[in-house]
C-alpha cells in the first residue's frame, strides 16, 4: 500500500508564497523509481498539470501559467516531494494533489494525469485578491 500525503496548503494574499510538501511512504515502495508530479483541481474543470519532476531529479517541467513562478523538488532521502509557489495569483485556487508515477525511463505523457500510478488526497490552496 503506497501513501501520498499533502502538507502546507493554506490562505495566502496574492503576490505571497506557500510551499507544500509530499511525503510518500509504503512497505515496497522505492520513491527512487517514481517521477512525481504536482497537479491542481477547481470544482467543475478538469484535474491540470501543474509540475513534473522526473525519477532521477535532473529534469524539471512546468505548465506554462506557473513557469518561473513555482518550482518543484525532491529529496529522495526523505521520500518527499515539495512545490514552492511564489507570486501566487488568485488564479492558482485549487485543491493540488501529487502524485507518483512508476517509470526509470523518460515520461513522455508526464502531463496527462492518466499517466500515474498513486495519488493524494490533494491540499486547498487558496489565494485572495
Known amino acids: 500500500q503506497v501513501q501520498l500525503v499533502e502538507s502546507g496548503g493554506g490562505l495566502v494574499q496574492a503576490g505571497g508564497s506557500l510551499k507544500l510538501s509530499c511525503a510518500a511512504s509504503?512497505?515496497?515502495?522505492?520513491?527512487?523509481?517514481?517521477?512525481m508530479a504536482w497537479f491542481r483541481q477547481t470544482p467543475g474543470k478538469e484535474r491540470e498539470f501543474v509540475a513534473h519532476?522526473?525519477?532521477?531529479?535532473?529534469?524539471?517541467y512546468y505548465a506554462g501559467s506557473v513557469k518561473g513562478r513555482f518550482a518543484i523538488s525532491r529529496n529522495d532521502a526523505k521520500n518527499t516531494v515539495y512545490l514552492q509557489m511564489n507570486s501566487l495569483k488568485p488564479g492558482d485556487t485549487a485543491v493540488y494533489y501529487c502524485?507518483?508515477?512508476?517509470?526509470?525511463?523518460?515520461?513522455?505523457?508526464?502531463?496527462?494525469?492518466?499517466?500515474?500510478?498513486?495519488w493524494g488526497q490533494g491540499t486547498q490552496v487558496t489565494v485572495s485578491s
Open positions: 519532476v522526473t525519477w532521477s531529479g535532473g529534469d524539471t
Open positions: 509504503g512497505r515496497t515502495f522505492n520513491f527512487a523509481n517514481y517521477a
Open positions: 502524485a507518483a508515477e512508476w517509470t526509470t525511463g523518460p515520461s513522455p505523457y508526464y502531463m496527462d494525469w492518466q499517466s500515474y500510478d498513486y
